[in-house]
């Protein structure tokens, strides 16, 4: 069974996968202080829960946009998995697509995971929205090529940055207001961050495919997406499990490509 790993800035995904399906997915916080030691203490019960244990697992893939994690994610596999993982960004994992932006090297692991696992459930060019600590818009052309993006700031992020600065101003949940002109503080600065934040993806997206000159699809992913999915027909679909989902799709393309190498490559 493959492990898959999506370490984000607030969030680590894991995921099991059979070979057929995903069996389990679980959801922690990004702590970079965090070893590997306890990175198993997290996993073992959790794995436990679902009739599975360490040694069900045979190969493990990592994506992250936490530098400082990696470390031990990687000896999280090498100490409990017995296996030597896959990174997103390593100059031997394969991707098959082309990133065409001025510093390839620079774009998220996870932008790019999810370019992956968009265009193979897609067609045509695309939009990925992907709500996480930021909110980026990334473009996936008809090929499958990452064409590029925007980046803006998360909805909790823009909350917290909202208290941090104002000192007569709370700390507030994102959440829909029942109307736009709120009576109070509170649902006030609601309506602005989620309203505003509707009004952000609308916007960006219409001025995407203005710019771009081609019909596009969008599809929304990431931790808030189905929060502002239901309230906007900018985005038509709804995909949460598209990072997890392009990540198996790597680990099997290396996974082949390997099988095919000459043995003295």
């Given at each position: 069974?493959?492990?898959a790993?999506?370490?984000?800035?607030t969030?680590?995904?894991?995921?099991?996968?059979?070979?057929?399906?995903?069996?389990?997915?679980?959801?922690?916080?990004?702590?970079?202080?965090?070893?590997?030691?306890?990175?198993?203490?997290?996993?073992?019960?959790?794995?436990?829960?679902?009739?599975?244990?360490?040694?069900?697992?045979?190969?493990a893939?990592?994506?992250?946009?936490?530098?400082?994690?990696?470390?031990?994610?990687?000896q999280?596999?090498?100490?409990?998995?017995k296996?030597?993982?896959?990174?997103?960004?390593?100059?031997?994992?394969?991707?098959?697509i082309?990133?065409?932006?001025d510093?390839?090297?620079?774009?998220g692991?996870?932008?790019l995971?999810?370019?992956?696992?968009?265009?193979?459930?897609y067609?045509?060019?695309?939009?990925?929205?992907?709500f996480?600590?930021?909110?980026t818009?990334?473009?996936?052309?008809?090929?499958?090529?990452?064409?590029?993006g925007?980046?803006?700031?998360?909805?909790?992020?823009?909350?917290?940055?909202?208290?941090g600065?104002?000192?007569?101003?709370p700390?507030?949940?994102?959440?829909r207001?029942?109307?736009?002109?709120?009576?109070?503080t509170?649902p006030?600065?609601?309506?602005?961050?989620?309203?505003?934040?509707?009004?952000?993806?609308?916007?960006?997206?219409?001025?995407?495919?203005?710019?771009?000159?081609?019909?596009?699809?969008?599809?929304?992913?990431?931790g808030?997406?189905?929060?502002f999915?239901?309230?906007?027909?900018?985005?038509?679909?709804?995909?949460p499990?598209?990072?997890?989902?392009?990540?198996?799709?790597?680990?099997?393309?290396?996974?082949?490509?390997?099988?095919?190498?000459?043995?003295?490559?």
């Open positions: 069974m493959l492990l790993i999506d370490a984000g800035n969030n680590i995904v894991f995921a099991v996968h059979d070979g057929k399906e995903i069996r389990a997915e679980w959801r922690a916080v990004t702590e970079t202080t965090r070893t590997s030691d306890e990175y198993a203490v997290l996993l073992q019960p959790l794995l436990q829960l679902q009739g599975l244990a360490f040694d069900d697992i045979t190969s893939i990592i994506a992250t946009v936490v530098p400082a994690a990696l470390f031990d994610l990687r999280l596999c090498r100490k409990y998995l296996c030597e993982p896959l990174v997103v960004g390593d100059p031997d994992v394969d991707l098959g082309d990133v065409n932006v510093r390839p090297s620079a774009v692991a996870d932008r995971v999810n370019t992956v696992a968009a265009h193979e459930r067609k045509g060019a695309l939009i990925v929205v992907d996480g600590t930021a909110t818009f990334d473009i996936v052309s008809a090929k499958g090529d990452y064409e590029g925007v980046i803006a700031p998360g909805a909790n992020l823009s909350a917290e940055a909202l208290h600065a104002a000192a007569m101003l700390r507030v949940a994102v959440g207001t029942q109307s736009v002109i709120g009576k109070d509170v006030a600065m609601q309506s602005g961050l989620y309203w505003g934040y509707i009004s952000l993806i609308e916007g960006l997206v219409a001025r995407i495919r203005e710019e771009y000159g081609k019909p596009m699809s969008v599809i929304g992913t990431g808030l997406a189905n929060l999915y239901k309230q906007t027909s900018a985005i038509e679909y709804l995909d499990d598209l990072t997890i989902r392009g990540l198996i799709q790597i680990h099997a393309r290396n996974i082949e490509r390997a099988k095919d190498k000459p043995p003295n490559a």
